[in-house]
């Protein structure tokens, strides 16, 4: 993946956003860091993280192999995708 952390960062901060908006219009999304934990906040679950995983391939032209994910709960964080995504795309 030729993107830097900054802007995967960005462009999937942005997603969530527009996710929890639709959702849960009258609630202020959690505060999110690099190593927040999603899942635990309430901000990804099982279904957004495919949807999730559906954005980041077609925002940064990538292809995803599932199979390949080693550590599923490195998924769970922002740090932790890009890490995952970039050994996966590598």
Same mark, same amino acid.
């Given at each position: 993946m030729d993107a830097s952390f900054?802007? =995967?960062d960005l462009r999937v901060r942005e997603f969530l956003a527009t996710c929890w908006s639709e959702a849960q219009p009258t609630t202020e999304m959690p505060e999110?860091?690099?190593e #927040? %934990?999603? =899942?635990e906040i309430g901000v990804l679950d099982s279904l957004l993280v495919v949807e999730l995983l559906a954005?980041?391939?077609d925002v940064f032209d990538v292809v995803i %192999?599932? #199979?390949?994910?080693d550590d599923p709960t490195s998924f769970f #964080?922002?740090?932790g995708m890009y890490r995952g995504l970039v050994a996966? #795309?590598?």
């Open positions: 900054s802007e =995967f999110i860091h690099g #927040t %934990d999603l =899942f954005f980041v391939e %192999d599932v #199979t390949r994910i #964080t922002l740090e996966l #795309t590598a």
